[in-house]
């Protein structure tokens, strides 16, 4: 406790006792009654209107950020906010393209630990390419609300039945998508291990279970 704050405390327990004491010599407890019963209801008021505040702020929220970088930003300008990448996984042509989306191109940024943000880029050729992708498995990163170690329970309660599920070729994890809030999430043994953001609105294994 700080010393304003001992003050602070002191003066409510004068004014406190000060109060008691002209209350029993005066006999206004009625009038007390009435005031205290003002103040909780204020007091009930007050709270009701925080509360209803911090669940308004807590609500899902479309972004478009992660990480540090944005959706649509093209390489040279994630480089200059993130710097050289860990590791790139050169150009290629798409197999299965859609129009704006012919190429990609995917860049890792890996941690001293053990997380690590991925970054696909994606476009029609090899000098418009835009982020389509931003991938994160820090333990601070959120999406919609939605972080790593929450249990898939507690996303499909705060943000409904997902739009999209892919699972992996061994069936060992799955990504769920939200059309809505352009997010997703990779889940394995029932908890988030990586959020992600998709200008699709969904990320899907190249390979799914059940295709091999």
């Keep these: 406790m700080t010393l304003g704050d001992g003050i602070f405390w002191s003066t409510v327990l004068i004014l406190l006792a000060t109060g008691i004491y002209y209350l029993s010599a005066k006999k206004k407890w009625k009038i007390f009654g009435k005031m205290l019963g003002l103040l909780i209801l204020v007091g009930v008021v007050i709270s009701g209107g925080v509360w209803g505040w911090l669940k308004y702020q807590d609500r899902p929220q479309v972004t478009t950020t992660l990480g540090g970088i944005s959706l649509g930003m093209e390489p040279v300008e994630v480089s200059l906010e993130l710097g050289e990448p860990t590791n790139k996984i050169a150009l290629n042509e798409v197999d299965d393209p859609r129009p704006g989306s012919e190429f990609g191109l995917t860049w890792i940024y890996a941690s001293s630990g053990s997380s690590r943000l991925v970054v696909r880029f994606y476009g029609s050729g090899s000098k418009n390419l835009t982020t389509a992708i931003i991938c994160s498995s820090d333990i601070y990163a959120k999406v919609a609300g939605v972080g790593r170690y929450d249990s898939e329970e507690q996303v499909i309660e705060r943000l409904g039945e997902p739009t999209n599920v892919s699972i992996s070729p061994g069936g060992t994890s799955k990504w769920i998508s939200y059309e809505k809030w352009l997010?997703?999430?990779?889940?394995?043994?029932?908890?988030?291990?990586?959020?992600?953001?998709?200008?699709?609105?969904?990320?899907?294994?190249?390979?799914?279970?059940?295709?091999?």
């Design 183 to 212: 997010a997703c999430f990779q889940i394995e043994k029932g908890r988030v291990t990586d959020v992600g953001l998709t200008r699709s609105g969904k990320i899907e294994y190249l390979v799914e279970y059940g295709e091999e």
